[in-house]
């Protein structure tokens, strides 16, 4: 059974950093892609990036491009998400997606197949 478990959420002030991880068991990851996504109240769920596992391809959504940094340790079986100059606009619950395969795009919930429970950031001005 797929597992994703994210951690490192936090209240952090603006500009600050925080660095979230999500950890993956039960399956082996060797091609696919791996995302970020937030929810703030009330909005959708959004897409923030995401990492082709082989080829460690990133892309971003324009709001994080140049502040956040997705990237993966395959020893680990964990992916990360580097977040600098964090701004209040970056508060949400923020989800890591796997999909196992390839689509032709990956910047929508339901390209993904997996989520982890979520993880809560907090950016005060």
């Known amino acids: 059974q797929v597992q994703l478990v994210e951690s490192g959420g936090g209240l952090v002030q603006a500009g600050g950093s925080l660095r979230l991880s999500c950890t993956y068991s039960g399956f082996t990851f060797s091609r696919g892609v791996m995302g970020w996504f937030r929810q703030a109240p009330g909005k959708e769920r959004e897409f923030v990036g995401y990492?082709?596992?082989?080829?460690?391809?990133?892309t971003y959504a324009d709001s994080v491009k140049g502040r956040f940094t997705i990237s993966r340790d395959n020893a680990k079986n964990t992916l990360y998400l580097q977040m600098n100059n964090l701004k209040p606009e970056d508060t949400a619950v923020y989800y890591c997606?796997?999909?196992?395969?390839?689509?032709?795009?990956?910047?929508?919930?339901?390209?993904?197949?997996?989520w982890g429970q979520g993880t809560q950031v907090t950016v005060s001005s």
């Open positions: 997606a796997a999909l196992r395969g390839f689509r032709s795009s990956y910047d929508r919930p339901s390209d993904f197949d997996s």
């Open positions: 990492i082709t596992w082989s080829g460690g391809l990133t």
